[in-house]
């Protein structure tokens, strides 16, 4: 285990398993009190949400969420150095893998759940051994290096819990405990003494823990900055048998001061089981008398009470030197506190003060040389498009589909509503809530399709056949009045404009088949411009499958429809307005009496 | 606890599967009518089936026994207060084919013991006995005992598939190709309850003839909870009693305590921790404090303490004790109980102060400190404030 490379990185990249707000703002916290330029989380794993809000000092932030690792875009993936696992017992094992399987240039990790079985934590000792990585836990609190990083809750959960502990600053005296509070407890110990840690770890009162605390101890004696080491161990387990053979052998002396807790149990008759797993002595030489022995024959400082290791920490913090002051540290922890979630979070405009911005631009600067249709692009993408060629085609497919005769139903029902004497934004709303599965909402359904067998490697005549063997029809696929022989022309005018990539390639040969049953089921202009913005997002603006996903999730491709055919409701509404056309009434002889 | 025994019924049952023979022992629930098993005349074997170690020494295990004679001895169990007995047919077999097989996970692998020569007087064969450590790889290869590959091979998949810890038969008789448990313990993963077929929690056994009703309450809240919560009763006529969080610190307060005082003045052991919410809290402190009060000690005092928690919160879980206390507030101050307090982690101030207050408003002698007041000095405190 080495953690140089930690320390030498200025952006370290960690996910948590598990939505634990605790650990992941006070991960955040810690990084910012530290004066990180930005937070060491880069995704949450396991959540059904694809953000989630936290605070960076002051400031709302959301973090991405993911339901598995599998989904974290690549380039993300490699920036992770750390993880922490926040789930169930049940999951952990899982978590670890996926974790160990999909971090390329993972260094360790921690498991904070308890009811991780025993097989399984040994299992995860083998595979962290194999890759040469850490994992401390089950039942950790986990691990921090002073000013570097903090993964799980050790040292706490409050910002002011943080500047209070002194870990946001490199100390010399590394701590490393069975328990998870003792580990605290120490930290906050030593703080109080004036000193810092030089990093610690919570190892966890399991029988079988991962990472083992004879190996903290040998990443204390090599570590350059560590001048002291603080043990606290308990009856049960020969771990300390393993720390003094290590120190016996070592070359690298520096003082271990210890205390074994449990020495209580040797009075008992029949001792009780402890708050840990492993707190019980099953032979003499797990005693905490034996074990404290055996450690202060290789020259620890064994202490004889939890007063008396206060006592001899206070002497190493000592003559260690003392630290600055902290007082402004606690003031910059004290406004972490007040903090609140805002109701709303959102990343299109601001207004402060009259000062109004669309995504971060002032407004005059953004609308600046933009055409409308680029206006919206932006917005509803949330960023500027990367390519001419995409705000090119958004642009025609407004145009394209701004409106289609009064017969459709949404212009019918905005018409009626109109010579019902209702005003503009009455007509306008009947007509949109008219948009839907069978009338011009049908292109996210499309794309959704689309997206989803080429990404699955489906061929055409199986995404055909799987519509057909549940006799569903496929969106994007079919039209009223066009055929192949006639076919409609924005479909063609969209295809001569533009590049067909792997997505409308697809939809073309499903086309094909669908085509040659009945020559009404061509490519409609909802599949195509479904696809055809498939392509462009991948193609052209170099989004990631899961940024594709993620997209089509919103809706994003209805809203071309939406706000395009706004135009047509509008249009139609105004008109019937102009002509002046008094209440519609369905013709008697349009309605058939069924009884 | 990690590591639970489960009934031998269970345990039997299990072997029965891997080894081909049909097991006909009876369970018997010894809280409920024990007078009509419907047992057929014959010869028995009776037990109580609990984590009981040395059972044959108590005379826990009864053999050739009528149908009458089994009646008799399961209610004697009974009216010694345990709580699940065994009945099996008498197996007669020759003493030479008694032999002993126990595993044990370690966390090299799967160790295993044998002896050619099992029985009661085990402990005399030591010397006999074989040991044999195999991988979690399952490789049998390496074995060096006596004992047939075939049996291990099927002992070690139960094993694992079983997520056992300990599993020993002693004896095992082995006539032949039959292979008869007469005598089996076995030692579960009660996390891997999930991931196994063969048991449920419903096998586990306590090694205790009956709990303490506290202990039995705190356990059956621990089931309901994420958060860890532990209830031990050490002595009921107790002085000091203990309300303490962390499995560390509150090993290191006891530790403290024995070292200043005489260790039979601590009426219980235990901890709550893992953020338990205000509810459990309650709860747990109900239980603690009604202990005290049954307590039969002239002097007492209660200590509420713990380390710096990392992430239980202070101000809620405080709440909850603080509630608990409240209920029991006069009998508290008929008593004359005393209270100390040292606790930190999130939101300290605030909860010391719920308690600080709390506890003047009621005019409860307290000594509330925060982190300022080591766990050293804390126990010093409580200990004075019991001699005072």
């Known amino acids: 285990m080495n953690i140089d490379g930690l320390k030498g990185k200025q952006n370290l990249g960690a996910v948590v398993f598990g939505n634990h707000p605790g650990i992941i703002q006070s991960t955040l916290d810690f990084d910012y009190l ?258 404290r022995q055996v450690l202060a024959s290789v020259g620890a400082k064994v202490a004889d009470s939890f007063s008396n290791f206060e006592q001899l920490i206070k002497e190493t913090v000592a003559e260690g030197g003392q630290m600055d002051d902290n007082n402004t540290m606690n003031d910059q922890a004290s406004d972490l506190e007040n903090r609140k979630h805002a109701m709303f979070v959102n990343n299109v405009s601001s207004d402060k003060g009259g000062d109004v911005r669309i995504l971060g631009k002032e407004l005059i600067e953004f609308v600046g040389n933009k055409s409308l249709s680029q206006v919206a692009l932006s917005m509803f993408l949330g960023h500027e498009p990367k390519s001419p060629e995409f705000s090119r085609f958004f642009d025609l497919s407004l145009r394209l589909l701004v409106d289609h005769g009064p017969q459709v139903s949404g212009a019918v029902n905005t018409m009626v509503t109109a010579r019902a004497g209702r005003d503009l934004t009455a007509g306008l709303a009947t007509g949109l809530l008219t948009i839907g599965p069978r009338f011009g909402g049908a292109i996210n359904q499309a794309a959704q399709n689309w997206l989803q067998a080429v990404a699955s490697g489906e061929s055409p005549q199986d995404f055909v056949e799987r519509f057909a063997s549940k006799k569903e029809y496929i969106a994007g696929i079919g039209h009223k009045k066009y055929r192949v022989d006639s076919p409609d022309p924005r479909v063609t005018k969209l295809l001569a404009e533009f590049k067909t990539g792997d997505y409308t390639n697809f939809a073309l040969e499903v086309e094909k088949i669908t085509s040659n049953k009945k020559a009404q089921l061509i490519l409609n202009v909802d599949g195509l411009i479904g696809a055809l913005t498939l392509d462009m997002l991948a193609e052209e603006e170099g989004y990631s499958l899961e940024q594709i996903k993620a997209l089509v999730d919103t809706e994003f491709c209805n809203a071309i429809f939406v706000y395009a055919r706004t135009v047509g409701f509008i249009a139609h509404y105004l008109d019937q307005k102009r002509l002046d056309e008094a209440l519609f009434r369905l013709p008697d002889d349009q309605i058939t009496d069924l009884q | 606890m990690a590591r639970v025994k489960i009934s031998e019924f269970r345990a039997k049952n299990l072997l029965s599967q891997v080894f081909g023979f049909e097991y006909t022992g009876v369970s018997v629930d010894l809280s409920k009518d024990i007078s009509q098993l419907g047992l057929t005349e014959g010869n028995y074997v009776v037990k109580v089936d609990q984590a009981v170690k040395k059972r044959n020494q108590f005379g826990l295990v009864k053999l050739n026994r009528n149908a009458s004679q089994v009646i008799d001895d399961l209610k004697d169990f009974a009216e010694q207060g345990y709580s699940h007995g065994l009945v099996e047919p008498f197996f007669e077999h020759d003493q030479k084919d008694e032999h002993f097989v126990a595993m044990q996970l370690t966390d090299a692998g799967v160790e295993l013991q044998y002896s050619s020569q099992g029985g009661v007087n085990i402990e005399d064969n030591k010397e006999t006995l074989q040991s044999c450590l195999f991988g979690f790889d399952s490789d049998i290869s390496t074995n060096t005992t006596d004992l047939n590959p075939d049996v291990i091979r099927k002992l070690l998949d139960l094993f694992e598939t079983n997520q056992m810890t300990y599993l020993e038969i002693n004896p095992l008789v082995i006539q032949g190709d039959k292979i008869t448990p007469l005598d089996a313990a076995v030692e579960i993963d009660s996390s891997a309850e999930f991931f196994a077929q063969g048991w449920s929690s419903a096998d586990f056994r306590a090694p205790k003839k009956t709990l303490h009703p506290a202990e039995h309450a705190i356990e059956e809240l621990a089931s309901t909870t994420p958060a860890s919560l532990v209830l031990k009763v050490l002595n009921p006529d107790g002085n000091l009693f203990l309300l303490l969080s962390g499995g560390g610190a509150s090993v290191v307060i006891l530790d403290e305590i024995a070292s200043l005082a005489d260790k039979d003045i601590i009426g219980n052991y235990g901890e709550y921790s893992g953020n338990p919410n205000e509810e459990d809290t309650y709860l747990y402190t109900k239980q603690v404090v009604r202990l005290m009060l049954d307590s039969k000690a002239e002097k007492k005092v209660l200590l509420i303490a713990g380390g710096v928690a990392n992430f239980t919160d202070v101000a809620k879980t405080f709440k909850g004790v603080i509630r608990a206390l409240d209920e029991n507030i006069d009998e508290l101050k008929n008593q004359g109980i005393k209270v100390v307090v040292r606790r930190g982690g999130p939101n300290q101030e605030q909860g010391l102060k719920l308690m600080k207050d709390f506890l003047d408003s009621k005019g409860v002698t307290s000594k509330v400190s925060g982190t300022e007041l080591s766990i050293g000095a804390t126990v010093k405190t409580a200990i004075e404030e019991l001699n005072s």
């Not at chain 1, 921090?144 to 409050?158: E, F, N, Q």
Request: net charge positive.
């Open chain 1, 34 to 291: 530290s004066g990180k330029n930005q937070p060491s989380i880069r995704a949450i794993i396991g959540v059904q949400r694809k953000s989630l809000r936290y605070f960076w000092g002051k400031k709302e932030i959301v973090l991405p969420g993911y339901i598995s690792l599998k989904e974290v875009p690549a380039d993300v993936l490699e920036e992770i150095d750390l993880f922490a696992v926040a789930q169930s017992g049940r999951r952990a094992i899982s978590a670890c893998e996926e974790a160990i399987g999909l971090l390329p240039n993972v260094v360790g990790g921690m498991v904070f759940a308890e009811g991780v079985t025993e097989r399984h934590a040994l299992k995860l000792r083998e595979l962290a051994k194999q890759k040469n990585i850490f994992i401390l836990g089950p039942a950790s609190v986990g691990f921090l290096i002073s000013g570097v990083c903090k993964i799980g809750a050790i040292g706490g959960t409050l910002a002011s819990q943080i500047t209070k502990s002194r870990i946001t600053k490199a100390g010399s005296t590394a701590v490393i405990s069975t328990s998870g509070g003792v580990t605290n407890e120490l930290i906050n110990m030593i703080a109080g003494f004036g000193g810092s840690v030089s990093f610690a770890g919570a190892i966890g009162g399991e029988r079988y823990p991962i990472l083992k605390p004879v190996d903290l101890v040998s990443l204390a004696l090599n570590d350059q900055q560590t001048k002291a080491i603080v043990f606290f161990g308990e009856v049960g387990g020969r771990d300390e048998y393993e720390i003094a053979e290590l120190l016996k052998n070592s070359a690298n002396t520096k003082p271990l001061i210890c205390y074994i807790a449990g020495k209580v149990a040797e009075s008992f008759e029949d001792a009780p089981q402890f708050g840990h797993a492993k707190a019980m002595a099953h032979d003499p030489s797990e005693t905490a008398s034996a074990k």
